[in-house]
Structure formats: structure tokens, C-alpha cells
């Protein structure tokens, strides 16, 4: 694992409410006794930046990755995790890594090393959404929003480049938008900047 990441440092953060697990079941034979099925379903994630995708409601399973783009050979049994912008997260149990795929734009990219990692950036960008207070001067609070950006994205690839390895990936655009108050809710600057 890459970041440190505990069921009990979350549900601190943000309740055990807002945990969202996948259950053994969800995922396929090949998958199941992955670190990152198991973080998966142990740890889990945050909703709001991130949505875990919900397994079949028939099959109790997660979609595999032929199932909902023209995927490579190589990646049509990955199970198919979640959904970042307009990216399915896929994860790769033979190295653990976690891929984005675009049908839109047709691409494919490595977006995490680990689950551990993609676990740590959406916790850090959901708990930035909402301990975040706009107290006064727009402009200086729009900066100090940006500071704060930056510093998770030099955090983040300190430990993983991948997330943040350049400017369109799927995280550094929810970094940017997060940046101008796109993804804020409520009555908050960031919210009516929208």
C-alpha cells in the first residue's frame, strides 16, 4: 500500500455513513483476493468525488470492463470499480493498479498505482470540499483554495505520480474544478461561483 489508509481514520473524518464498500461478491474470481478488492471492501471511499460502481442487482457482481467500453484484450475481465468524470475506473488484479477509461474520448490511462491511492486523493479532495470556509475576501479565499490544490497534488504524487502526471488527467481536472468552487455545495462562494 502507498498511503496509509484505515477504515477507523475515515469514518473519524467523514462518518461511517459515508463509507461506501464493495462486498466480496461483487467482484470476479481472478479479483477477489486482491489489496485492492480488499481495501475495497474493508476500507472503502467517501462518496461525493468518487462513486463506487454498484454491483448487478441479478448477478450481485461488478460490470467487467468488456462489458461497458471496447476495451483491450488484455483488460476485458477487469472489474470495472467506479466512475471519475466520464472515466470508468477499472482495476487491474494482476498488478493492482487502477485504470481510467474514456469512451468519449477513447482513451485509456494508468490513473493510480494502487487502490490505496485512489482511496487517499478522493478522501483528501471530499475532506478539502467540505472543511473549506469562505470567510471574507473572494479572491484571497479563491488562492488559498488553489494553495491548498496544489498542496495535495504535490502531496499526492510525491508518493503516486500518476493521479496528477499531467494536466488532463481525470484528477487533476476535478483538482481544477474544485479549484474555481465547481464541486462545492450550499450557500459557499465556491458554490455560487458556479
Same mark, same amino acid.
Given at each position: 500500500?502507498?498511503?496509509?489508509?484505515t477504515?477507523?481514520?475515515l469514518a473519524?473524518?467523514?462518518?461511517?455513513?459515508?463509507?461506501?464498500?464493495l462486498p466480496?461478491?461483487?467482484?470476479p474470481?481472478?479479483a477477489?483476493?486482491t489489496?485492492g478488492a480488499?481495501?475495497l471492501?474493508?476500507v472503502?471511499v467517501?462518496?461525493?468525488?468518487?462513486?463506487?460502481?454498484?454491483?448487478?442487482?441479478?448477478?450481485?457482481?461488478?460490470?467487467?470492463?468488456?462489458?461497458?467500453?471496447?476495451?483491450?484484450?488484455?483488460?476485458?475481465e477487469w472489474?470495472?470499480i467506479?466512475w471519475?468524470?466520464n472515466?470508468?475506473?477499472?482495476?487491474?488484479?494482476?498488478?493492482?493498479?487502477?485504470?481510467?477509461f474514456?469512451?468519449?474520448d477513447?482513451?485509456?490511462?494508468?490513473l493510480?498505482?494502487?487502490v490505496?491511492?485512489?482511496i487517499?486523493?478522493t478522501?483528501?479532495?471530499q475532506?478539502?470540499l467540505?472543511e473549506?470556509? @469562505?470567510?471574507g $475576501? !473572494?479572491? &484571497?479565499?479563491?488562492?488559498r483554495?488553489?494553495?491548498?490544490?496544489?498542496?495535495? #497534488?504535490?502531496?499526492?504524487?510525491?508518493i503516486?505520480?500518476l493521479? @496528477?502526471?499531467? $494536466? !488532463?488527467? &481525470?484528477?487533476s481536472?476535478?483538482g481544477?474544478?474544485?479549484?474555481?468552487g465547481? #464541486?462545492?455545495?450550499?450557500?459557499?462562494?465556491g458554490?455560487?461561483?458556479?
Open positions: 500500500m502507498l498511503f496509509d489508509v477504515r477507523g481514520e473519524d473524518i467523514f462518518g461511517e455513513d459515508r463509507l461506501v464498500t466480496a461478491t461483487a467482484f474470481p481472478s477477489v483476493d489489496e480488499r481495501l471492501q474493508t472503502g467517501p462518496t461525493g468525488t468518487f462513486w463506487l460502481r454498484e454491483p448487478d442487482e441479478n448477478s450481485g457482481r461488478l460490470p467487467v470492463l468488456q462489458d461497458v467500453v471496447d476495451a483491450p484484450v488484455d483488460a476485458a472489474p470495472v467506479g471519475l468524470l472515466a470508468h475506473l477499472a482495476l487491474d488484479p494482476s498488478t493492482g493498479k487502477v485504470h481510467a474514456d469512451p468519449d477513447e482513451t485509456a490511462e494508468e493510480h498505482t494502487d490505496s491511492s485512489l487517499g486523493v478522501s483528501r479532495f475532506r478539502l467540505e473549506f470556509t @469562505f470567510t $475576501d !473572494e479572491e &484571497a479565499e479563491f488562492e483554495l488553489e494553495d491548498e490544490v496544489t498542496r495535495i #497534488r504535490q502531496e499526492t504524487s510525491s503516486d505520480p493521479p @496528477f502526471r499531467h $494536466d !488532463e488527467t &481525470a484528477w481536472i476535478v481544477d474544478e474544485i479549484a474555481m465547481q #464541486r462545492f455545495t450550499g450557500n459557499s462562494p458554490a455560487r461561483s458556479r
